[in-house]
T-cell receptor
Framework: DAKTTQPNSMESNEEEPVHLPCNHS???????IHWYRQLPSQGPEYVIH???SNVNNRMASLAIAEDRKSSTLILHRATLRDAAVYYC?????????????FGPGTRLSVLP | DAGITQSPRHKVTETGTPVTLRCHQT?????MYWYRQDPGHGLRLIHY???????DKGEVSDGYSVSRSKTEDFLLTLESATSSQTSVYFC????????????????FGEGSRLTVL
């Protein structure tokens, strides 16, 4: 299975943009790129996902490199509530959603 | 928030006793999953279900069994709990998209913390 590499931790200041990187050099052509986050003492929650093109939603933007070997999750304006562990996940196509592999993720701290 | 309820939320038990964790959903989603989360391992899939009475093993299924007799309930059973099964257990649900494939979006419950002494 293709693996992802993320920094263990990052810091950001409140109200500033945050760019969370993810390397996935062994990604295959059909792997989806997913981002989830886990707030303290909660289950993970979906943030965004994409295949080839950049994606935007109300929570964040996903920028995917042209060769797809890396991606960046962009939080446009960090708030204290965005402090969480962020997981970058490659998911090969499946029928039942059984191929999500969660790694250790990046722990984001947001400073007031 | 997705309607997912896990019970119990906290349990302490002794080695060798049976334990059942329940996941209840009100979303009528087709797929349900049980994960465990341990320090240094992230979340790992134990079992999943793709319909009533349809289940399959995940990455770390040894020592666990599951059952799904109704769309809304997915039970995880530890027949004889061991200390290595001390963990936080998360239930998740998801559904099909309009093309019949997977939506790509998992919704997680709040977790059940199990301690096996």
């Amino acid at each position: 299975d293709a693996k992802t590499t993320q920094p263990n931790s990052m810091e950001s200041n409140e109200e500033e943009p945050v760019h969370l990187p993810c390397n996935h050099s062994t990604i295959s052509g059909t792997d989806y790129i997913h981002w989830y986050r886990q707030l303290p003492s909660q289950g993970p929650e979906y943030v965004i996902h994409g295949l080839t093109s950049n994606v935007n939603n109300r929570m964040a933007s996903l920028a995917i490199a042209e060769d797809r070997k890396s991606s960046t999750l962009i939080l446009h304006r960090a708030t204290l509530r965005d402090a969480a562990v962020y997981y970058c996940i490659l998911r090969r196509p499946d029928n039942y959603g059984q191929n999500f592999v969660f790694g250790p993720g990046t722990r984001l701290s947001v400073l007031p | 928030d997705a309607g997912i309820t896990q019970s119990p939320r906290h349990k302490v038990t002794e080695t060798g006793t049976p334990v059942t964790l329940r996941c209840h959903q009100t979303e009528n989603h087709r797929y349900m999953y049980w994960y465990r989360q341990d320090p240094g391992h992230g979340l790992r899939l134990i079992h999943y279900s793709y319909g009533v009475k349809d289940t399959d093993k995940g990455e770390v299924s040894d020592g666990y069994s599951v059952s799904r007799s109704k769309t809304e309930d997915f039970l995880l059973t530890l027949e004889s709990a061991t200390s290595s099964q001390t963990s936080v257990y998360f239930c998740a649900i998801s559904d099909r998209d309009t093309t019949g494939g997977h939506t790509g979006e998992l919704f997680f419950g709040e977790g059940s913390r199990l301690t096996v002494l």
